[in-house]
C-alpha cells in the first residue's frame, strides 16, 4: 500500500540523516522524512474517510509514465 511505502521513506531519510555529518544536509534529510510521515498520515485520514480504494485510484490515474521530450535541432546557419 502507499502509507507503507510513505513511512518506509520516511524511515529511510531518517536513517540517512543519522549517518551524514553536514548539518545542512542532516536538517534537509530530517525534514523530508517528516514530509513523508505528514503525506503518510494524510492518506490515512482519506482513507479511513472514503475506503482505501479510493486513495488507491487516486495514486494510480496520478501515475502516468513520464514522457520524454525531443529537443528539434536548429538547422545549420549558411546552408544554402
Not at 524511515?11 to 510521515?37: G, Y
Request: glycine share 4%; proline share 4%; no cysteine.
Amino acid at each position: 500500500m502507499i502509507v507503507e511505502e510513505y513511512r518506509l521513506r520516511a524511515i529511510e531519510a531518517q536513517h540517512r540523516s543519522a549517518q551524514v555529518t553536514d548539518p545542512w544536509i542532516r536538517a534537509s534529510l530530517t525534514e523530508l522524512a517528516e514530509h513523508w510521515s505528514a503525506l503518510a498520515d494524510r492518506i490515512e485520514l482519506i482513507e479511513a474517510r472514503y475506503g482505501s480504494t479510493v486513495s488507491a485510484e487516486f495514486f494510480q490515474t496520478r501515475q502516468r509514465p513520464v514522457q520524454q521530450q525531443q529537443q528539434v535541432e536548429p538547422g545549420k546557419k549558411g546552408d544554402g
